[in-house]
């Protein structure tokens, strides 16, 4: 047995079923568990203070879980290559385990810590961060799946291993200084939203409680805005909180005699690894659009309309209702994202990059990989795409998926006492209804920012010429 393995935190702040860490607890005597806070990540301009915030109460979390077995993590600041080769220096291990990422900047980082460990210890990376790995499932000619169905087909039910309980007890030489937990001003960020609470912990208390009274009903409440009809476990999922398989195994198991509730969830766990593929085997996506001619669009990029929405001010309940959700939240409904990608790209014609920055600025969940696939559905740029000339009407899908208007309500109060029937035209009413419901249009709620069948109509002559110039 080796004396002292590293075992460094990423995206993977758990003990359950940590590839990673069960494989350095069951290799070496002591494990020295590290988080490295790295401030080329915090300077990026696509950081969120909701997730910074989110990510030291899952390693205070991670911290409580790792003292009640016996260790301790132990954190440094600086930059990887530096701190761990010093940390090897100090302690003497014989290798650094950590689990692999698909981003590009990991992908970068990890190379140089592994160039600047050569010669000093074992640098070694295991597969975790999906149901299965990135590489391991491929069309029947070797090329990754591009297209989501035959993807998921390939993948279930059979591929995905069962996970792993975490370690009892861990052993962590006590002679490893760390540094305390800085807090949220420390790092310079501060957040006014209200988020979830960080951590394993959390993760696994949600899970439960989505298992219990959440799964059964998922096939018809998950497009209802208003309600909680969804799991809410993706920022566990993001940051690793939570293992994908454990929570795929927990779902199948609960549900062994199937529901549609049950297949439908499982999808969405499906749709993460799919995304994370598509980044790690096209990783030009990050920036550019998936399918490469898309790159040529002429968008409009009004920064006034950017503005409005990202504001919520664009005069479209639901799209205002979203857009809020997200600034006082920090997460927003997966029917709602939906919904303002495709106003932004297709009514308001504003490059789908602008978007996916702003989501990036504040979502608890924000991934890369699945943040990117959202958008570039969404603007019919990417893999499988939703045909560009299918185009979200704004207020159809808000009567549709918000019937009653209490999505609206909660997070526009300007409209909270327009009756149902207008909420989600409220330009409708009269100006004696618009006096009687306290809301004036152009006045205390705006006037819609665009004509959505006018700037359809823009949206598909942008697409169709780029259609017929280049085949
Ligand atoms: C424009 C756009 C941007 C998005 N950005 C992100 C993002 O930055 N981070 C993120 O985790 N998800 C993103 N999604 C996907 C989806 O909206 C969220 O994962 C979902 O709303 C999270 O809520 P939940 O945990 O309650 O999901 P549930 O419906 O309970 O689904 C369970 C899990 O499956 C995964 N998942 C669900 N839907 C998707 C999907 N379409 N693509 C990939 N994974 C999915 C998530 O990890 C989620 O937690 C985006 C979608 C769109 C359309």
């Known amino acids: 047995m080796t004396k002292r393995i590293i075992h460094w935190f990423r995206r993977d702040l758990r003990l359950d079923d940590n590839t990673a860490l069960l494989t350095a607890y069951a290799t070496a005597e002591e494990v020295v568990p590290v988080f490295i806070v790295d401030d080329a990540i915090l300077r990026r301009p696509d950081t969120a203070s909701n997730r910074v915030a989110f990510l030291l109460e899952s390693l205070h979390d991670l911290d409580g879980n790792l003292r009640s077995r016996g260790s301790r993590l132990v954190l ?104 305390p937990l800085p807090t949220l001003a420390d790092l310079g960020f501060a957040t006014a939203a209200t988020l979830p609470p960080g951590g394993e912990t959390a993760a696994q208390a949600r899970l439960s409680d989505f298992i219990r009274n959440g799964l059964e009903h998922y096939a018809s409440a998950r497009d209802r805005l208003a309600e909680e009809g969804t799991s809410r476990l993706s920022p566990y999922l993001r940051f690793g909180c939570l293992s994908p398989r454990r929570a795929y195994w927990a779902a199948r198991e609960a549900f062994s005699n199937g529901s549609p509730g049950l297949e439908g969830w499982i999808s969405e766990l499906v749709w993460r690894d799919f995304y994370r593929q598509i980044l790690f085997h096209f990783p030009y996506v990050e920036g550019g659009a998936f399918k ?77 990989a699945a943040n990117n696939g959202g958008w570039q559905w969404a603007a019919s740029t990417g893999t499988d795409a939703q045909p560009y000339f299918r185009i979200f009407n704004p207020i159809a899908q808000g009567k549709k998926f918000d019937p009653t208007g209490a999505y609206v309500r909660r997070y526009v109060p300007e409209l909270s006492a327009v009756p149902d029937r207008w909420i989600h035209e409220p330009l409708l009413m009269s100006t004696d209804l618009q006096r009687a419901f306290r809301c004036i249009i152009g006045v205390d709620y705006p006037s819609p920012v665009v004509d959505h069948g006018h700037q359809r109509i823009k949206a598909l002559a942008m697409f169709s010429r780029l259609t017929t110039n280049q085949p």
């Open 76 to 179: 440094r600041r600086g930059q990887p290559e530096e701190v761990l080769a010093q940390l090897v220096a100090e302690t003497g291990a014989a290798g650094v385990y950590f689990n692999r990422d698909v981003e590009p900047f990991a992908l970068a980082r990890d190379a140089r810590v592994a160039t600047r460990l050569e010669g000093q210890c074992a640098v070694v990376s295991f597969e975790d961060g999906g149901l299965t790995a990135p590489d391991s499932v491929k069309t029947k000619t070797g090329t990754p799946y591009t297209v989501f169905t035959p993807y998921k087909k390939a993948v279930l039910p059979q591929s995905v291993a069962h996970p792993r309980p975490a370690p009892t007890q861990l052993r962590t030489p006590a002679d490893v200084l760390g540094e």
């Open 292 to 368: 490469r001619a898309y790159d040529e669009l002429a968008w409009e990029n009004r920064p006034e309309w950017f503005e409005c929405w990202c504001e919520g001010k664009t005069g479209f309940p639901v799209v205002d209702a979203a857009m809020r959700q997200l600034l006082t939240t920090g997460w927003m409904h997966n029917r709602a994202r939906m919904i303002v990608a495709s106003f932004l790209t297709k009514d308001l014609l504003i490059d789908w990059r602008w978007g996916e920055r702003h989501f990036m600025q504040h979502l608890v969940d924000g991934d890369l």
